[in-house]
């Protein structure tokens, strides 16, 4: 692995990791503006925890060394959940500054997962 895709790699994993870290947190406190905006999208409370737990466990994972397969099921994780934002955001037919934050999210999984060393990737055969 090249230096440069080194510094990619880890300038979009921190990067990722600290977006979805603050947004687990937002989600875990449950504040009044984001239970409105799942609401607003049509989305039970409840599911506020379980994103926000399950975003704390992938960063854990991306992190981490080893675990490559595990590394595999965050990233993908990571890449439905903003997907799948994105499309609500779309769905409800929100402004695009309500697109940004997932947008960019995703983007940065994406990098991320490209430019990831070959030791954080699973074994194919």
């Known amino acids: 692995m090249t230096k440069r895709n080194k510094i990619i790699y880890w300038v979009a994993t921190l990067w990722l990791a600290l977006g979805m870290t603050a947004t687990s947190i937002v989600q875990l406190l ?3 503006d984001e239970t409105d905006r799942m609401s607003h999208l049509g989305y039970p409370i409840y ?4 994103l926000g737990i399950w975003k704390l466990l992938g960063v854990t994972a991306v992190l981490i060394p080893k675990f ?3 590394k595999e099921w965050a990233y993908a994780g990571f890449f439905f959940a903003m997907s ?3 499309v609500s955001h779309f769905a409800a037919n929100d402004s695009a500054k309500d697109f940004f934050g997932p947008a960019l999210l995703l983007i940065l ?4 997962w490209y430019f990831r060393p070959i030791e954080r990737k699973p074994v194919t055969i």
């Open 47 to 50: 599911l506020l925890t379980l």
């Open 109 to 112: 999984t994406i990098i991320s």
């Open 68 to 70: 490559p397969l595990l």
């Open 84 to 86: 799948g934002a994105i």
């Open 30 to 32: 449950q504040s009044k």
